[in-house]
């Protein structure tokens, strides 16, 4: 009822009835109108009756309303339905100014962010120096991960981790199911890596959470890092993957280091052994 009353007729493209209106916003009839629905059944909905309601009649409804995509997943829930993915609202696209502040003020320590296909979004200083991410390379994380040979040179566990990453990336498809995107990406590293193939018909699934790896860094040894994957609900279609040194290991002192002007210097001009 208050989506209702927030929608002037002429919005919806109706007359606005002048002094006949008593409340602002659309009468029912003319939601169910517009929606395509029986008004006695709107009613019901609205009134929370136990009514047999699809996912296209509520989409139908929805666009009368002018759901936002957080409203359409809570109707959804309303009518104990599996909720639709939540879209991007377009006052939410404008923040990846702000996740790029965020992984720079992350530094020393390497940052990404991702899409939800795993294609690179954006990086810090540190994940190219550590991780090796750069713009030859494929920009996509699970293939960069299964081709690169620089970041494969310097994972200590690769094969370790091989597993749990495929594994990582089948739960994100299961989100989306029958979604392109992700068939493609799949048949792009099926082409470029009979490991990922093997890999992929074990059909593993393990959430995308933490991850612990060890890398061997040619100017400072082994480097013992957590990588977390997290979400921000406002842009679901974003994955912000941060990369924290582990404890007792010297490696929040060896990336600053290798952040600092002195260990930049020295990566540009290595001491021969």
């Known amino acids: ?30 939601v169910a109108v517009l929606a395509g629905v029986g008004v006695s059944w709107y009613q019901w909905l609205e009134q929370g009756r136990d009514i047999t309601v699809s996912g296209q009649v509520l989409d139908a409804v929805g666009r009368v309303l002018k759901l936002t995509s957080a409203e359409r ?7 104990g339905l599996n909720p639709p993915a939540l879209e991007v609202a377009p006052a939410d696209r ?30 810090n200083d540190a994940a190219a120096l550590v991780l090796g991410m750069r713009p030859e390379i494929v920009q996509n994380c699970l293939i960069a991960f299964f081709t690169d040979p620089l970041y494969r040179a310097r994972a200590a566990d690769w094969e370790g981790n091989a597993r749990k990453v495929v594994a990582q990336f089948r739960a994100a498809c299961t989100e989306r199911p029958g979604d392109e995107g992700f068939r493609a990406v ?14 992929w018909e074990q059909r593993d699934i393990r959430p995308g959470g933490q ?24 842009r679901p279609d974003l994955v912000i993957v941060l990369h924290t040194p582990l404890p007792d290991t010297g490696t929040a002192e060896k990336l600053e280091w290798l952040a600092s002007p002195e260990g930049r210097r020295g990566q540009m001009y290595p ?3």
Not at 186 to 199: D, G, H, K
Request: hydrophobic share 40%; net charge neutral.
């Open 73 to 79: 997943r809570h109707l959804y829930a309303l009518a």
């Open 186 to 199: 799949v048949e792009e590293a099926r082409e470029l890596s009979p490991e990922f193939a093997e890999l």
């Open 271 to 273: 001491v021969a052994g």
């Open 211 to 234: 991850l612990k790896k060890q890398m061997e860094h040619p100017a400072v040894g082994a480097l013992h890092i957590e990588t977390t994957q997290l979400r921000v609900p406002a």
């Open 1 to 30: 009822m208050s989506r209702r009353a927030r929608i002037s007729p002429a919005e919806a493209g109706l007359p606005d009835g002048g002094a006949r209106r008593r409340t602002p916003g659309l009468r029912r009839e003319e």
């Open 94 to 123: 404008d923040m990846c100014d702000g996740l790029q502040r965020l992984i720079e003020a992350w530094m020393p320590f390497p940052a990404h962010i991702m899409d939800a296909y795993w294609n690179t979004v954006m990086y």
